[in-house]
């Protein structure tokens, strides 16, 4: 198999939830240390890019890399591109692109998305999920796109169904975070 980069997305201002969603605390730690965790236990080495207000409490959570988005406000797809751009383009290489507020997928959903050669998501009840898996071919023309241009509207993932009760967890409300310290014991 070949090396899968792993870019955790955490530059968002979390201006909904009104407190930092990276660093909320779970029971096993901040967020983004659980995902990491959870990242690295299937072999992966995550790159966290972050913003500049959030970078030194990120870097002090997570054993891994952690690079700042100096402009996230430019999009989301300007922090995918850097953690691309960090990571590196190299043949084969294929990207898998995990949101920190989006982390309601499975062990098992994770093992298989991994599995995939296409740009892939998981999917329940009609309705795509995270983490995206993107392929070398749409990880380079990512790379062309202006930092403000959706994701949504670059690439076109397969959709794999499956049966995580939590995959559309997206933690915006403090209704969600309590979801979520429901979800981190099952995941």
């Known amino acids: 198999m070949a090396y899968i980069g792993c870019i955790v997305l955490a530059a968002g201002y979390s201006t909904r939830?009104?407190?930092?969603?990276?660093?909320?605390?779970?029971?096993?730690?901040?967020?983004?240390?659980?995902?990491?965790?959870?990242?690295?236990?299937?072999?992966?080495?995550?790159?966290?890019?972050t913003n500049e207000q959030l970078f030194e409490d990120i870097r002090e959570s997570?054993?891994?890399?952690?690079?700042c988005n100096p402009d996230p406000n430019s999009g989301r797809t300007g922090t995918v591109q850097l953690g691309i751009k960090r990571v590196g383009l190299a043949p084969g290489r294929k990207f898998l692109i995990v949101p920190v507020d989006r982390?309601?997928?499975s062990d098992s959903t994770l093992t298989s998305l991994l599995a995939v050669e296409s740009t892939a998501c998981p999917a329940s009840g009609g309705r795509g999920g995270h983490p995206l898996l993107l392929s070398e071919h749409d990880a380079f023309k990512i790379l062309d796109f202006p930092p403000s241009k959706p994701l949504r509207?670059?690439?076109?993932?397969i959709r794999m169904e499956v049966s995580d009760p939590f995959l559309h967890l997206n933690i915006?409300?403090?209704?969600?975070?309590?979801?979520?310290?429901k979800a981190v014991g099952s995941l």
């Open 153 to 157: 509207d670059l690439v076109e993932p």
């Open 62 to 67: 997570v054993e891994c890399e952690v690079i």
């Open 103 to 105: 982390p309601g997928f």
């Open 17 to 49: 939830l009104g407190e930092e969603k990276a660093l909320l605390e779970t029971g096993e730690g901040p967020l983004v240390g659980w995902l990491v965790n959870r990242l690295q236990r299937q072999g992966l080495e995550p790159v966290v890019v």
């Open 172 to 181: 915006d409300t403090p209704s969600d975070v309590e979801k979520l310290l």
